[in-house]
Each structure stands twice: as structure tokens, then as C-alpha cells.
């Protein structure tokens, strides 16, 4: 019910409809798009998740949402696979990134760029909890302050990788959530 509830949420803010965090921009016009973690947590459960579950390809899912498939800024591109399609996902915070890529585009995940160091990590494992029954089985920082959180579903059975970038001197911080495909 609660997945249901964000999708939908996430489906209206996409389709210019609204959402519950709306805000006023300066020019005082209703900005209807989401924060960038309700967003990337929304996208992996109504793109990803529901493409893997029904055995359709991701690129089918964002089609059906309306993204605009788009190329990945060289500022970001370093943190996808070569071979990766690309959709841009509005928000009013940062930019998020659906992205698919492998032999037949199975593999899904989307990109948070210069996400709030931590604080954006922490809500969208949130979300993925409330979304999809995600909990952490595995946690790490790796070289170079890459912080590593695996969660796990057992409603769904599936794994997702959430890593966390710091930003470099050519390089903005990002924020990358893999949904693990059995």
C-alpha cells in the first residue's frame, strides 16, 4: 500500500500534477517537482523493481512514465557503464539519473548527482524501507570514502547497492542505487 502510495506520488509530480513536497519557485509558480532522494527511492521501485518483476525492460517502464531519455553530463558519465541508456528524472533539488545498461538492458539503477553528503543516503534508505520492505544486511566504507550500503527486501527478494561518492576536484559527489537483478 505504502509502494503504491509513493509510486503514485511520483507518477503525478512526473506528470505535472503535483506532489505533497511542493513548493513555491521565486517566480512563485507551483514547483510540482520532487526532492531528489523521494525521487531516485520512487524511480528504483516504479522503474527498476516493476520492470525486473514483470519481466519487461526498464527502458519499456521509464517509456510508460513519460522520462526523457537524454545523455549523461561528463561530469556524471564516469559513474555509469559504457553501454548505459540514460533518462533524466525532474526534481527540485539535484540531478537525478534513471539509467539501464547490459546485453539486454536488465540491469537498473538510477544516480543522485551532488546529492547532501549523507543526508540523501539516509532518506532514500528510509524510503526504500517504507517502499519495498528494504533493510540493511551490510555496510563498509571503502577506498577513497566510498560508503557501501547493501539492503535487502524479503518481500521481493531482491538486493540493492546504495554507494555513496564524495566529491572530487573534477568530480561532483554522487549518490548511485543498483537494483541487483537474480
Same mark, same amino acid.
Given at each position: 500500500?505504502? #509502494? ?5 506520488? $511520483?507518477?503525478? /509530480? ?12 521565486? /517566480?512563485?509558480?507551483?514547483?510540482? =517537482? ?7 527511492? /520512487?524511480? $528504483? =521501485? ?10 519487461? /525492460?526498464?527502458? !519499456? !517502464? ?15 558519465? &564516469? ?5 548505459? #541508456?540514460? &533518462?533524466?528524472? !525532474?526534481?527540485?533539488? =539535484? ?30 534508505? #528510509? ?30 527478494? #531482491?538486493?540493492?547497492?546504495? $554507494? ?19
Amino acid at each position: 500500500m505504502i #509502494r503504491t502510495l509513493l509510486a503514485a506520488s $511520483l507518477f503525478c /509530480s512526473l506528470a505535472g500534477a503535483g506532489h505533497a513536497m511542493s513548493a513555491r519557485n521565486g /517566480s512563485g509558480a507551483k514547483d510540482a =517537482s520532487p526532492m531528489s532522494a523521494v525521487a531516485a527511492s /520512487s524511480v $528504483l =521501485s516504479s522503474v527498476c523493481e516493476a520492470a525486473a518483476s514483470a519481466g519487461k /525492460s526498464p527502458a !519499456q !517502464q521509464a517509456g510508460a512514465l513519460g522520462l526523457k531519455s537524454v545523455g549523461a553530463s561528463p561530469e556524471l558519465a &564516469w559513474a555509469l557503464a559504457k553501454d548505459a #541508456r540514460v &533518462w533524466s528524472v !525532474q526534481t527540485r533539488d =539535484s540531478d537525478v539519473l534513471l539509467y539501464a545498461y547490459g546485453p539486454d538492458g536488465a540491469k537498473c539503477g538510477v544516480i543522485v548527482g551532488r546529492p547532501i553528503p549523507g543526508a540523501v543516503a539516509e532518506i532514500v534508505l #528510509r524510503d526504500l524501507g517504507a517502499i519495498g520492505g528494504y533493510a540493511k544486511v551490510d555496510a563498509s566504507t571503502m577506498p577513497g570514502d566510498v560508503t557501501f550500503t547493501r539492503v535487502f527486501s524479503e518481500t521481493s527478494g #531482491r538486493y540493492v547497492d546504495v $554507494l555513496e561518492y564524495p566529491a572530487r576536484a573534477r568530480a561532483p559527489g554522487v549518490l548511485k542505487l543498483e537494483l541487483l537483478v537474480n
